[in-house]
């Protein structure tokens, strides 16, 4: 049976480089120095590599284990980096599907106000959003929008106000 090196021998490893651990480990040091645990395997003549996470963080033995998770996984004819991604994407999903129309709005400002020229444009975005759209549809989640709630916002300001329902149409 193969002898992995310990936790002491890895220590003294400083040479840039991948070094097995066990299990479909390694020990990832990269040319500046960090350290950090990988998981690789094969799928067909397709090569994976999988972050486990950083040696500040995990231990060996803690790496080994996911590496053992991960080998789990692959015998279950699970493809472990394709469920760590789906259960990243459907986290960010739930996430959404908690977040209020206005929490996302007020993201989207601050996410671009950078690229305005002045601070006008927050500004009048911003109150047209207050006077026009919150109190209709803002403290509905994201997901519950749809286009009957979006006419339902649409439709009072339309002929008084056709600027403002054209931009608040264009842009949500």
Not at 16 to 32: D, K, T
Not at 42 to 59: A, N, P, T, W
């Amino acid at each position: 049976m193969r002898r992995y090196p310990s936790a002491k021998d890895l220590a003294r490893i400083i040479k840039p480089g991948r070094y097995a651990v066990g299990h479909g480990a390694y020990l990832q040091i990269a040319a500046g120095g960090t350290r950090s645990w990988l998981f690789r395997y094969r799928i067909g003549d397709q090569q994976h590599h999988m972050g486990l996470g950083s040696c500040d963080y995990l231990s060996l033995a803690e790496a080994r284990e996911r590496a053992i998770d991960a080998q789990r996984q692959r015998l279950n004819g699970i493809d472990p980096l394709g469920a760590k991604r789906a259960a990243k994407r459907e986290k960010r999903a739930s996430h959404l599907r908690t977040m209020t129309f206005k929490q996302c709005a007020m993201a989207y400002i601050a996410a671009h106000e950078p690229s305005w020229r002045g601070n006008h444009s927050r500004k009048q975005w911003t109150q047209s959003l207050q006077n026009h759209v919150f109190p209709v549809i803002g403290d509905l989640p994201v997901s519950g929008i749809d286009t009957p709630r979006v006419m339902s916002v649409l439709e009072p300001i339309w002929t008084q106000v056709p600027e403002t329902a054209r931009r608040i149409r264009t842009h949500y």
